[in-house]
């Protein structure tokens, strides 16, 4: 009742003032901890959220986000309690619930592993008796999945990263697939320098695919949101400000290399 209120007044005094007081459109969007990607404690949240305000601010639309453990955030998107959840790889069975946008950034993983540990691969054939921690609901790719199923590899999931790097210090998994930045990264915040001195990563990479936002096809507006994404996000990538959020990208990369 409110709402239509102020809009009725919004009307009513529009032509008499220079300004207008309709309400810019907002999207709630439900993320979660990611660092060096996402984080409360980052400007703008990090560098993968300020890419999609950009986005959104270039057809007008407010970004609100709010950070939650990671399958919480999927879930509250999923019934549509918040707009999207921001962002995510595609993932086989998603596409019932949801609609995805365009690719917002591409992430690789690669296997960290004990420097003490002579690990070399070139194919999924190499990894057959290798204990490979693995992260609940984390996306490691088609091929990954298809060697696991076929019983090619020897898998030790548990519930986080950070779990799966604290076991693998202690050599209770010979290799971990993970994001490398957000590797570095949890080294960084878990352990001492000369812990982290212990531990390096393979180059060769397993997995490298795109980040998208997700919208659930409960909500009445989603073809609506991911077409005024998409269209931000190509106004975003076309115009000079996208590169900017790539440049502590890739520092990071090469002193970790």
């Known amino acids: 009742m409110m709402k239509k209120l102020l ?30 990607y996402y984080s409360q404690r980052y400007e703008n949240y990090g560098p993968t959220p300020a890419i999609v305000v950009q ?9 609100e986000f709010g950070f939650f453990p990671w399958n919480r955030s999927l879930e509250l998107a999923k019934n549509n309690i918040w707009d999207a959840t921001c962002c995510w790889f595609e993932t086989p ?15 690789e993983k690669i296997f ?11 194919s999924f054939d190499d990894l057959k008796g290798i204990r490979i921690g693995t992260t609940v609901k984390y996306s490691y790719g088609a091929a990954f999945d298809a060697a696991n199923k076929a019983g090619k590899l020897l898998i ?4 986080t990263n950070e779990m799966n790097l604290k076991k693998l210090l202690v050599g209770r998994i010979d290799i971990f697939p993970i994001d490398r930045l957000m590797g570095y990264q949890l080294l960084a915040d878990l ?19 795109s980040v998208r936002l997700l919208v659930s096809k409960k909500n009445p507006k989603n073809q609506y949101f ?17 590169e900017p959020f790539f440049i502590r990208e890739q520092q990071d990369k090469k002193i970790n290399q």
């Open 226 to 242: 991911i077409d005024k994404f998409n269209l931000g996000l190509k106004r975003l990538k076309e115009s000079a400000d996208y």
């Open 55 to 63: 986005a959104f601010a270039h057809v007008n639309i407010k970004v």
């Open 112 to 122: 960290f592993h004990l420097k003490s540990y002579p690990f070399k691969w070139q």
């Open 7 to 36: 809009q009725s007044l919004c009307l009513f005094i529009a032509p008499i003032g220079s300004f207008s007081c309709l309400a810019q459109e907002v999207i709630r969007i439900a993320t979660g901890e990611f660092p060096p």
């Open 156 to 159: 030790e999931p548990a519930p």
């Open 191 to 209: 352990f001492t320098p000369e812990k982290i001195q212990l531990i390096t990563h393979h180059p060769k990479i397993l997995f490298s695919d």
């Open 93 to 107: 069975g998603w596409e019932t619930d949801f609609y995805y946008s365009d690719a917002v950034r591409s992430r």
